[in-house]
C-alpha cells in the first residue's frame, strides 16, 4: 500500500498518447487564437516531470554537496503528482504597444518575469517602456536561458532577472555568472540592468539548498560581476524584502513569486529602472557622436 503521504489525488484521464496529442491540439489552437488576437504571448502544454528543470540533476550524485538531506527523497515523490501538472510558462517576442519615445528593452528571465501578473506584464501597458523580445521561462536556470534566448536589435537596455532556479539547484555561481556574461555579450545592448534575485520564504529545496541564504550570496556575486562590467544592479523587491530576506507578510503566496498585486509596486521600480538606464545609454552614444564628429572621425 502506498504511504498516506505519498498518495496521490485519482485523476481520470485520456491514454498518455492521446493525452499529449490533445494537449498539443489545443496548444497550437490557443496559440493561433492569440496571435490573431495579435497577442505575443507563448504557453506551452503540459511538461511531464522527467522534462521538468525542477527535477533535471536531483540524482544524489549530481547534488552540489554530494550527500541527500534528510527527507529529500521523500519531498521528490511527493513532488512528482505537482511537477507533472505544472504549465510550463513562456514568454518571448515583443509586449505591448511602441509609444512615441519609449526605451526599448530585451528581457532574459525566469518565472518571476514569464508568469501571469508579471512585472514584464504589467509594463506591456507603460508608455515609458516597450518590450522588444526576449525570453523568460518558469524554472529555468541562467544557462538554459542563455541557450534559448533570441537575438534582440534595436534594445537600448538588456534587462537580465536570472540566477533563483540556479541557487535552488545548487548550480555553482562561478557557472551562473559565465552564462549570464554570455547571454548579455551576445545581445550587444548599450546598458544592462542586472536584477537581484526575490526574496524567499524557503530554507531548503529539492536539492537541500537553504534558498533565502543562496538567493543572497548569489546577489552578492551578480553585483561583484555587474561592477566589473560596468553593469547597473537593481532591487526591484526591496519594497517586498524583509530584513532575513523573506517577503513581507501579503506580498507572496508561495513564498518563491510575488503576488500580482505586489507586481504593480515592482514594475513601476522596473520601468524607472529601465527609463533611466536608456536615457543613459542615448546620451552616452549621442556624446560619442559628437567626440567624432569634432575630430573628424
Known amino acids: 500500500m502506498q504511504p498516506r503521504a505519498l498518495r496521490q489525488p485519482r485523476v481520470h484521464e485520456p491514454r498518455p498518447g492521446r493525452r499529449r496529442r490533445m494537449l ?13 488576437a495579435g497577442v505575443v504571448v507563448v504557453v506551452p502544454g503540459i511538461v511531464s516531470a522527467a522534462e521538468h528543470p525542477a527535477v533535471v540533476g536531483s540524482a544524489p550524485h549530481e547534488r552540489g554537496a554530494g550527500v541527500v538531506p ?25 509586449l505591448g504597444a511602441a509609444a512615441p519615445g519609449a526605451v526599448r528593452f530585451a528581457y532574459a ?29 518558469s524554472g529555468y536556470r541562467a544557462d538554459q536561458v542563455a541557450a534559448l534566448m533570441p537575438a534582440v536589435p534595436g534594445a537600448d537596455v538588456l534587462v537580465v532577472e536570472l540566477g533563483t532556479n540556479d541557487v535552488n539547484q545548487d548550480v555553482p555561481a562561478t557557472r551562473t555568472i559565465a552564462a549570464i556574461n554570455a547571454l548579455v555579450a551576445r545581445d550587444g545592448a548599450p546598458h544592462v540592468l542586472v536584477v537581484d534575485t526575490p526574496p524567499s520564504d524557503h530554507t531548503t529545496s529539492l536539492w537541500g539548498v537553504d534558498r533565502r541564504t543562496g538567493n543572497a550570496e548569489m546577489n552578492r556575486d551578480l553585483a561583484s560581476d555587474a561592477r566589473h562590467h560596468g553593469w547597473t544592479v537593481i532591487d526591484p523587491f526591496a519594497a517586498v524584502r524583509t530584513a532575513d530576506g523573506a517577503y513581507a507578510p501579503g506580498t507572496s503566496l508561495d513564498g518563491i513569486h510575488p503576488t ?11 520601468a524607472r529602472a529601465i527609463v533611466a538606464a536608456g536615457h543613459s545609454a542615448t546620451t552616452a552614444t549621442t556624446a560619442a557622436g559628437t567626440t567624432a564628429t569634432a575630430t573628424g572621425a
Open 109 to 137: 528571465g525566469d518565472s518571476v518575469t514569464a508568469r501571469p501578473g508579471s512585472w514584464l506584464r504589467d509594463l506591456a501597458a507603460d508608455p515609458a517602456v516597450h518590450a522588444i523580445g526576449g525570453y523568460a521561462h
Open 24 to 36: 498539443c491540439v489545443a496548444g497550437v489552437l490557443g496559440a493561433a487564437a492569440l496571435l490573431g
Open 70 to 94: 534528510a527527507g529529500t527523497v521523500r519531498v521528490d515523490a511527493e513532488r512528482t503528482w505537482e511537477l507533472d501538472h505544472t504549465p510550463d510558462q513562456v514568454l518571448t517576442g515583443p
Open 260 to 270: 500580482t498585486a505586489a507586481n504593480t509596486a515592482i514594475a513601476r521600480r522596473f
